[in-house]
């Protein structure tokens, strides 16, 4: 079995722990750029967390990225094209996923989601509690969907986006890249990039 070792930290990084350890694998450290500053739950007060000074990539271990969105995708690649490694996905035992769906390196599944049929996960991308993604739903890279919201069928989510908790999406929509759509908004229609929608039904925040 090998080492899994999460590189940098981040407010999720508890749960990435927490499938770890169901899946029952080996976790090892975290090795993060202020170790000072890594705040775990008292769970896990014994994991070893170190700077990256004193990081060399092994044979024998598995590396999770710590981070989610946007700050995943400032540092995933130089990490990559630096140390020649590849982020692991990290999927929960009681996740629902079909078979025909697919899920991109280093993205992360928590417990309780359905994937339907046909679904594409983008490479880093988060996938909360609880979270439906109905058949045919595109998640480009860095997608952050947080727990509890639903997506209908042959929606497109672009690369970078975050659907807050408990906000659903009906079918045949398209979200733009680098959208924020809120906490319990219902979303009727396609939204534009760069934009952040709240709402039943969404708007665009003036």
Request: glycine share 4%.
């Given at each position: 079995m090998k080492n899994c070792i999460i590189l940098?930290?981040?407010?999720?990084?508890?749960?990435?722990l927490d499938i770890i350890s169901v899946q029952g694998h080996h976790f090892k450290k975290i090795v993060c750029q202020q170790p000072?500053?890594?705040q775990l739950s008292s769970v896990y007060s014994s994991v070893l967390v170190e700077s990256w000074d004193a990081f060399s990539p092994q044979a024998n271990e598995t590396y999770f990225c710590g981070l989610i969105g946007k700050k995943a995708r400032e540092f995933c690649q130089p990490i990559q094209n630096n140390f020649g490694i590849q982020f692991t996905c990290l999927i929960h035992?009681?996740?629902?996923?079909?078979?025909t769906a697919k899920i991109g390196l280093g993205s992360v599944i928590s417990a309780g989601v359905i994937i339907a049929s046909s679904v594409i996960i983008g490479k880093g991308c988060f996938v909360g509690l609880g979270v439906i993604l109905g058949h045919d739903t595109v998640l480009e890279d860095y997608v952050i969907i947080r727990a509890g919201a639903k997506l209908a069928g042959h929606i497109t989510v672009k690369e970078g986006t975050i659907i807050d908790m408990g906000a659903?999406?009906?079918?045949?929509?398209?979200?733009?890249?680098?959208?924020?759509v809120e906490a319990g908004a219902v979303v009727l229609k396609n939204v534009s990039s760069q934009t952040v929608v709240s709402g039943i039904p969404a708007k665009i925040k003036q």
């Open positions: 940098e930290w981040d407010d999720h990084t508890n749960e990435l000072s500053r890594v035992p009681h996740a629902l996923i079909s078979p659903t999406i009906i079918e045949d929509v398209q979200i733009g890249s680098d959208v924020v």
